[in-house]
């Protein structure tokens, strides 16, 4: 009888969770689909023919704004930014398993960071650097915008993977005559090692998608993202649905790749230890 | 900690630091990149926000004088009070539904889906569109919702309707619609945390002594799940205050958000005027976490 009750919300809630993921993910499809509309093919089905029309267009100047050099700028910019992420958010991690003179404050400063609204730290960014006199720059006013949005989720991981860290490990290192660097690149960072990719992924892909912060700090040159927000306004043709597939690919690759490198490690690691 | 401070005291010919998890001094090195990219890039244009939403500009800067008329303006506009009363309609009608989507997805992952590679798996199947692009997702329901879209064709065919609907798109309808889409996940993933903590021998516990499914959920699981819910609540509320994306692009021009307007002052230049909603709206998303943060305890998930 007990395991009817089950049965019943089970299935009610396996329907709701597939339903939901249909939500998550159809539309993301359709514009698949519909990026290789015909050259006569407008922005709804049905679709006017197949084919990749669309996507050439993309890399002719006139379609779409200045897709090479925005690309290219977000890809820089998502690489400085993971980076960075990395080292301080492992940095940050491993401050934070003890206590020291203001830990609780910076805390709540990373956790401010996350709930700050994105659109006022861009507005405050933004008038920090026109009023020092500073030209907004992607490399430099919109690189430390991103990373207020990517150091907290780097840090969260950190926390997660210190929570399940043993000590001992690195006790023994140290018992052993380990300095501090020596236990960390022998010890530590191998146990770390897959939320470290974790890190990069989110430093990364926040980085490559972000479009609120650096809105007011990216200054003359357009991130991929301020540029594909400039094209909603005024492109009426399935070439941005060339563009969305084209980036959503990408993205699903760093993920894949991310994921597959974390996969192996831990199974190299089950190997050693088994 | 003690036992790292007794293995300190077995071993008193460790060099200086040998401590796990370092000493204070390494502690604050290891902390001084986070602090400094936190202070330039946080604190101090936080600070330039406040300074500038109390100084006097013409049509083309800002003058260094200090007046509250950028407060008097924004507060004695009707305009200004039914934007934020919009705003904060969006958000609590998006709360309603990613908290009631949130916690039967967790329920459903973390109670009734078994084996942990399944658990893992189907939560990774909800969370990874985050790390995908938000502008693409939202426009990627132009090709369903529009005049001519799927939703209105199949209406269409099937005799539902006898002319397209026109509120599915460039409406509350629609930007509802994408923050629930954008922020689910942003529910999810707490909540989930917090009752993959459960004890599962509570909830055997509460079937034994004969509560049924609904009072399992209402007395053993909710008040348990009660942090992962604050922290839910805590994103999509300040997501949803702050956005300025989903309604530009869902709302079709003619809706407005705090996020529009302070970003249609900037493009005037009317930086103060900005800086000066932009204050407001810190205020009240600060009220807001504050307020919940008085239920909830955010620090006991770390």
Known sequence: ?274 | MSSTIKAAAANPTARSGAKPGGTSAGAWLLATPLAIVLGIFLVIPILMLVVVSFLDYNSVQIIWSFVVQNYIDAVSSAATWQTFAVTLKYAVITWAITLFLGFWLSYFLAFEVRGAAWQMGLFLVCSIPFLTSNIIRTISWIPALGRNGIVNSVLLHFHLIHQPLTFLLYSQFAIILAFVHLNTLFMVTPIFNSMMRIDRTLIEAARDNGAGFWQTILNVILPLSKTGIGIGTIFVITLVMGDFVSVSIMGGGQSASVGIMIQNEMSQLQYPAAAANAVILLAIVLIMVFLILRVVDIRKEL
């Open chain 1, 1 to 274: 009888m007990n395991r009817d009750r089950r049965g019943k919300s089970f299935y009610i809630l396996a329907s709701l969770f597939a339903a939901f993921v249909l939500f998550l993910y159809g539309p993301i499809a359709t514009i698949v689909i519909l990026s290789f509309q015909g050259p006569d093919g407008g922005l709804t089905f049905p679709m006017h023919g197949f084919s990749v029309h669309w996507f050439h267009a993309l890399f002719q100047q006139q379609m779409v704004g200045d897709f090479g050099g925005s690309i290219t700028r977000s890809l820089i910019l998502a690489f400085m930014v993971m980076v960075a992420n990395v080292v301080i958010s492992v940095a940050g991690g491993m401050a934070f398993r003890r206590r020291f003179a203001g830990s609780t404050f910076l805390f709540y400063l990373v956790i401010a960071s996350l709930i700050v609204p994105s659109i006022l730290v861009s507005l405050g960014i933004g008038l920090l650097f026109s009023q020092l006199g500073l030209n907004p720059a992607w490399w430099s006013s919109a690189f430390g915008a991103q990373l207020t949005w990517t150091i907290p989720f780097g840090l969260l991981i950190m926390f997660a993977v210190f929570n399940r860290f043993n000590k001992s490990w690195e006790e023994a290192a140290r018992d052993l005559g380990a300095g501090p660097w020596r236990s960390f690149t022998n010890v530590i960072l191998p146990i770390i090692l897959p939320g470290v990719v974790g890190i990069a992924l989110f430093g990364f892909s926040l980085s490559y998608d972000e479009f609120p912060r650096t809105m007011m700090t990216a200054g003359d040159s357009n991130t991929l993202p301020l540029e594909i927000f400039a094209m909603t306004a005024n492109v009426t043709t399935p070439v941005i649905y060339a563009l969305g597939t084209l980036t959503t690919a990408f993205s699903a690759l760093v993920i894949i790749v991310a994921m597959t490198s974390m996969a192996i490690i831990r199974r190299r690691r089950a190997a050693k230890l088994g």
